[in-house]
């Protein structure tokens, strides 16, 4: 099965930056795919590269095993929302939707079915100039929508939307992927992606940092530590650290160790008769997750433009 | 991890052909939904009959007064029609005719021994000055010779040999109609012998030096030429002008002028018997220079014949008695209505590039050349509308009211008035197009509006309002795109009439359509350019 939308070793430069730097992934249907990585790691670009507005220098980006270029009826392929802050200011958000429809020879009745579905019925006669940010999101998933596309590839669309519209959005980005759509969703905040991403595709620099489920992503981020609370610290410490465990001591008294299970370390006390209060498994949150990975590419950006700076001084 | 097979989703939304007509439905549902363009194309329209009203009717139009400023009349009861020719153009028919009735075919043969004329360097002349103070000299088209004439009417038919004052002998018919015979000019030593021989409604020329030997110059058909027409000897001469060029305004000096014309040998064959010559100045004397009119006469001693006589006989040119004008100066208002055009045009494409709308043009159509081309349809339609409704509405309604305001309207074929309102709505259609290609290069509506207006706006009211020196204006008129102004004009220039050939007074050094063809070439240019700078560039 071809995937929904792959991408192979895109690399582009803006001048003597490099915005993309060999950047490959592929996202699979009935899933949210969340595309994450801080400002400026080329998340909007590769979405750019993917619709052939932008060219990238090297590499392909593909729909369904076809450039995006050469698709027919391109909007019933891929539905895209890049920035909803691109529109005709004086132009009725229905007339946004309409010269969409016509452009693609749908009707004006497909227009009020997306409208509805964007919850945007009552305000769509109004002038799309004068919507906040939350309802342009609004409008931009009811063009994303308009050709009922299996694949739907969103940037950063929490952008600007209350709280109510997050818990909306997330509904409707997971009832869009269980109707077996891939949905590409970017975001800068780990923390809107929580409950609505399936799997992630981090980026950083350019390129892919991690490529997993965020089931995997969590338990990587957990690692197998286990956190404790205890009376007797010294104690505690000698008896685990004498069965393997790295353990460290984060406060008068608890202690996290690494290496050991949650139960083997009740199991090991128990025998050794030390007293404990707390035994908890630690688990990371998806924001945990994603610092700690981005972490690792700061620490990339900070040693290669050590490189850099050596290049130049050679 | 569950496994699930998962189904792909299949698109339930069955879209239509995704064909250049859903591109071009699409582009025009853009245009029409934004409403300050289409307050732009209602100014555009606005705008060009607006300013063609005002000017047709603005100015006061004050005549007839006498010294003591009683008798004056203004306006409507100004306007002085001029004589309209075979064909209905306006023309100038002012001479000093000698002449009797012919019947039925006949011919007339003179020889003309010499042409003299005089000329006022003065400007206008006292009416009581006689020829005292004018210079001797004869002007190019200084004329004295014979014709065969409908009737004494202005404006009637007629067919004529003469020799002119620098540009040899002759053959005129019609007032439009201008063959070229000898090249040599007419003196006691080396005269000229000219002939007109009438069959029907065929009048042929000849000319000769000796009178023996004769060459065919022309042959004219008048039709309907009447059984009795009017035959004889006649002499005129054009007022002449002196056009000096500078930077701000050419300034043009010029006064009446009188030529006279010395026959002899006249020789009249006709199946009636010769009568006696009559001797008549043809024309309003206000047509001609009024203060030449005492001077008008003729002599005949002995077989020689002196006519003396002023005026011209020729298309009007623009030249004539009373306030005139041409017809496409109802048009005046065309280069605003088009800077309306240009900045919706400019925008149309400039805009989406401000908003970042072009990156979701351009996901929904990913061939980009496609694109642009319905896009260029579009604003092309739309401008040549908005165009024809403008000139269609501009050119009748202001030549209506110029014309109860006071001023003659030269008339115009049909032909001529549908090339203007045609031409001009065309020429708002490739402006439009010029601008949308512009601002796809550019991508900013102020650089491309601002060029655009620079290229084709400002070049034209510089020729037109007579700013630079002529030769320059002729210049930016056929090298810019402001030569597509070209196509509104009605005038016809004639080699045979003096007269300033430049477009500050209506005429443009390209024929219309070549005019029209730089702005196309323009275009086609641009929009070249504009094709490869969106395929190339990231959107």
Redesign the interface.
Known sequence: MEAAIEVNGLRKRFGPTPALDGLSFAIEPGQVTGFVGPNGAGKSTTMRVILGLDAADEGTALIGGVPYRNLRHPLSHVGSLLDASALQPSRSARNHLLWLAHSQGLSARRVDEVVEQAGLRSAIRRKAGGYSLGMRQRLGIAAALLGDPPVLMLDEPFNGMDPEGIVWMRGFLRALSAQGRAVLVSSHLMSELQGAADHLVVVGRGRVIADASVAELIAAASGDRVALRTGARTQAMTVLANAGATVASTGPDTLTVSGLTAERVVALLNQNTVPFSEVSSHRATLEEAYMELTREAVEFRAASAVDGAEEVAR | ?STTE????????R?????FA??L???W??LR????WTIGLVIAVLLTVGLGVLVAVGGSIVCGSNPDGSDSKSGAACRQNPPLGPDGEAVSDSFYFVHQPLTGDGSITVRVTSLTGLYSTHGAIQPDAGTAGLTPGTQPWTKAGIIIKQNTTQGSAYAAMAVTGSNGVRMQYNYSHDIAGDSGTATATSPQWLRLTRSGDTVSGYDSRDGVHWTQVGTATLAGLPSTVQVGLFTTSPGYTVTSDSFGGGSSTGGPTLGTGTFDNVALQSSSPAGAWTGSAIGDDSARALSMAQNEQFQQTDGTFTVTGSGDIAPAGGQGPGAQRAAEESLVGVFAGLIAVIVVAAMFIT??YR???I?????????RGRMLAAKTTVIGVVAFVTGLIAAAVALPLGNHMAYNHGTYVLPIPATTELRLIVGTAAMFAVVAVLALAVGTLFRRSTAAVTLVIVAIVLPYILAVAEVLPGGTAQWLTRLTPAAAFAVQQSLVPYPQVTATYTPANGYFPLSPWAGFGVLCAYAAVALGLAFLRLRRR??
Request: aromatic share 2%.
């Open positions: 991890m998962i189904t792909p989703y299949r698109s339930t939304v879209p239509g052909r995704n064909g859903q591109l439905r699409a582009e549902t853009k939904t934004v409403r300050g805009a989406e908003r970042g709308l990156r979701i043009t351009l996901a929904a159509s990913p061939r990231d959107a």
